[in-house]
């Protein structure tokens, strides 16, 4: 594991519960393989200034479900590549989970307080969410996870094992 890389700060973007996969990446958007397309559209379904607005680092905070509705890869593609540095939700639908973990977008499940605009901490390799002087216990993931993650997504991780 890379030391470093499982700290990550950045300002807040709140949505709520059940934020499905087609207000994520709409539908309409699909026939395509480029990322910059992606990036241009995410989250417009619920926000459509979102992809102006978001910078690089940004941290999505959200309620229960994230990822729900279809199994498709480009959600987290798209949250990635638009420079979403890592999303807190107090649950995530398991497919888009693991979806995101298989692309290096890193995630955490954590109930926690924070408005839009706040910075928050994350410690992935903890499992500890800190909002000002509040810190959040949040589920740790495995180290199996971690080091997918940290190698940049599952593909990148088995060229590293390939190659050991």
């Given at each position: ?44 379904g ?35 590549h ?53 810190i ?19 593909v ?9």
């Open positions: 594991m890379k030391t470093g890389f499982n700290k990550i700060s950045g300002r807040v973007w709140k949505f709520g519960d059940n934020i499905d996969t087609d207000v994520i990446i709409p539908g309409k958007y699909l026939r395509t393989t480029d990322m910059s397309v992606f990036a241009a559209h995410v989250m417009e619920i926000d459509p200034q979102f992809p102006q607005k978001v910078k690089k680092g940004d941290v999505i905070v959200a309620g229960e479900n994230f990822g729900c509705g279809s199994s498709r890869e480009q959600a987290p593609l798209s949250l990635k638009a420079g979403v540095a890592c999303i807190v939700a107090r649950s995530f639908a398991r497919i888009f989970f693991r979806n995101a973990v298989n692309v290096g977008l890193p995630i955490i499940e954590a109930k926690i307080e924070c408005e839009k605009g706040d910075i928050i901490e994350i410690d992935l390799e903890k499992g500890l969410v800190k909002n000002k002087n509040n959040y216990q949040g589920m740790k993931l495995p180290d199996f996870l971690l080091d997918i993650l940290t190698d940049g997504g599952l990148e991780h088995r060229k590293k094992k390939a190659l050991q």
